[in-house]
């Protein structure tokens, strides 16, 4: 999709969940944006920065919907079929990048999107 143009708030965002080492929901990005744009503004921007391809969404076990940056390899080619974990205690979200999950699917079916979320205890938790 064609890139949009660039706002305060879109940057300000971005820079938001590219620096977060977890991903981060509406509520905690609105949270450290107070002063920045409302509600209905971080909304249009996540949609717009999903639909860029520059993150993604992130369905937690209790519905919260998180969002972390796209990790573009040299290729220029991602995929978001990778783990995330979700620690039940402190409720951070990870992507764990490095594990890809392996499955079979069954012939003429056409995978599209993988969501793959594994809960626990988190380092810094256990």
Same mark, same amino acid.
Not at 81 to 88: M, Q
């Given at each position: ?6 706002t ?6 971005? !820079?938001?969940?590219?620096?977060? !080492?977890?991903?981060? $929901? ?9 002063? *920045? ?24 076990? /209790? ?10 390899? /040299? ?9 995330? =974990? $979700? ?9 764990? /990048? $490095?594990? !890809?999950? $392996? =499955? ?11 969501n =793959?979320? *594994? ?8």
């Amino acid at each position: 999709m064609k890139n949009t143009r660039n706002t305060i708030a879109k940057s300000a965002i971005l !820079e938001l969940i590219k620096n977060s !080492e977890v991903a981060l $929901s509406h509520a905690e990005i609105q949270k450290m944006n107070q002063e *920045l744009c409302d509600r209905v503004t971080i909304y249009r921007v996540l949609d717009r920065l999903v639909a860029e391809d520059v993150i993604h969404k992130i369905a937690t076990p /209790d519905g919260t919907i998180k969002y972390a940056a796209c990790h573009h390899h /040299d290729n220029h080619h991602h995929t978001h079929n990778h783990v995330h =974990f $979700s620690c039940e205690k402190c409720h951070s979200v990870t992507c764990l /990048d $490095s594990v !890809e999950p $392996s =499955f079979n699917v069954p012939k003429n079916y056409l995978v599209k999107q993988v969501n =793959f979320t *594994l809960s626990g205890l988190c380092p810094d938790c256990i």
